[in-house]
């Protein structure tokens, strides 16, 4: 069956920087999105970034935008997450998940619920 498998996380003074990684096996994925999304305390998994499908466009949440880059890897089957000038607000667990397949919506792209596989998370953690 599908697995996907965070590394990465971790504590990170503000400022600093930590790079996610997310290892994909048991499927075909070079037709599937794969993508960020993080949970805090108390709120709703938000979006992060995503890889889409083909060509791998990428697209951000405007949170992170300018400081989060996706990588994508498809002979690998790993999503990278590069995370530069981190800050409080982006302490969360960070899940890697892999979706919708061919052509889609950019809002599509960016919706949690069109996502069917999920790994575990890792926690990264910003102190100030």
């Known amino acids: 069956q599908v697995q996907l498998v965070e590394s990465g996380g971790g504590l990170v003074q503000a400022g600093g920087s930590l790079r996610l990684s997310c290892t994909a096996s048991g499927g075909t994925f070079s037709t599937t999105a794969m993508a960020w999304f993080r949970q805090s305390p108390g709120k709703e998994r938000e979006f992060v970034a995503v890889?889409?499908?083909?060509?791998?466009?990428?697209y951000y949440a405007d949170s992170v935008k300018g400081r989060f880059i996706i990588f994508r890897d498809n002979d690998k089957n790993t999503i990278d997450l590069q995370m530069d000038t981190l800050k409080p607000e982006d302490t969360a667990v960070y899940y890697c998940a892999a979706g919708p397949t061919g052509a889609v919506t950019v809002a599509t792209l960016m919706s949690v619920n069109r996502y069917q596989y999920w790994g575990q998370g890792t926690q990264v953690t910003v102190s100030s």
């Open positions: 890889s889409s499908w083909g060509r791998g466009n990428a």
